[in-house]
């Protein structure tokens, strides 16, 4: 599976960005989705995942409420729709897959990642 995000920007603080991620392959409807997030000088951390359906989805406390992930398995992307973004959020924001497990603590596959700058 290879991974393509992209929807990233500069954005002042309050606005809203949606993030994608296409994915290539024709098994991306049996992958757990997630995103992730690196702000400078930090490790990485998880954002958000999504299951195989659609049916579950996760969030980090810190983006509980302004962020929302979905998938649209016909079209073989999800979606990170980011609202109320403050400057804290600032980072390059990467998706992920997972086959099976936890997408918190094991990714099969990494995108390349989406800069998302937020203004104050």
């Known amino acids: 599976v290879q991974l393509q995000a992209s929807g990233g920007g500069l954005v002042q603080a309050g606005g809203s960005l949606r993030l994608s991620c296409a994915a290539s392959?024709?098994?991306?409807?049996?992958?757990?989705m997630g995103w992730f997030r690196q702000a400078p000088g930090k490790e990485r951390e998880f954002v958000a995942a999504?299951?195989?359906?659609?049916?579950?989805?996760y969030y980090a406390d810190s983006v509980k409420g302004r962020f929302t992930i979905s998938r649209d398995n016909a079209k073989n992307t999800v979606y990170l729709q980011m609202n109320s973004l403050q400057p804290e959020d600032t980072a390059v924001y990467y998706c992920?897959?997972?086959?099976?497990?936890?997408?918190?603590?094991?990714?099969?596959?990494w995108g390349l990642g989406t800069l998302v700058t937020v203004s104050s």
């Open positions: 992920a897959a997972v086959a099976y497990g936890n997408i918190r603590s094991k990714v099969d596959y």
């Open positions: 392959g024709r098994t991306f409807s049996s992958y757990a």
């Open positions: 999504i299951s195989w359906s659609g049916d579950s989805t």
